[in-house]
């Protein structure tokens, strides 16, 4: 089956950076799309990034654009989450994802890109 496993989360301070990872296995992972969500206390889950399976394309919330970056490397079966500039705001459970169905897909759609979710790993800005 999918696993999903994220690392890389911790505390940082304002203005600081992250680099989230998750390595994935059950599938071929150089197939699929995957994203980041993140939750922040009594707040909803939101999506926060997406990358199409090939890494050549990218979709981002407005509220991170300009400040993090999705990538990956299908040769190490792991997605990242590089985090800039980073904000109080920030502070979340971060998850990874990946999509139900191969190939290309809609980045931009929420459902299509999280079929699959990791355990989360818990970042925290402090101001």
């Known amino acids: 089956q999918v696993q999903l496993v994220e690392s890389g989360g911790g505390l940082v301070q304002a203005g600081g950076s992250l680099r989230l990872s998750c390595a994935a296995s059950?599938?071929?992972?150089?197939?699929?799309?995957m994203g980041w969500f993140r939750q922040a206390p009594g707040k909803e889950r939101e999506f926060v990034a997406a990358?199409?399976?090939?890494?050549?394309?990218?979709y981002y919330a407005d509220s991170v654009k300009g400040r993090f970056t999705i990538s990956r490397d299908n040769a190490k079966n792991t997605v990242y989450l590089q985090m800039n500039s980073l904000k109080p705001e920030d502070t979340a459970v971060y998850y990874c994802?990946?999509?139900?169905?191969?190939?290309?897909?809609?980045?931009?759609?929420?459902?299509?890109?999280?079929?699959?979710w990791g355990q989360g790993t818990q970042v925290t800005v402090s101001s």
């Open positions: 990358i199409s399976w090939s890494g050549t394309s990218s």
């Open positions: 059950g599938r071929p992972f150089s197939s699929y799309a």
């Open positions: 994802t990946q999509s139900a169905a191969p190939g290309n897909i809609r980045l931009s759609s929420a459902p299509a890109v999280s079929a699959y």
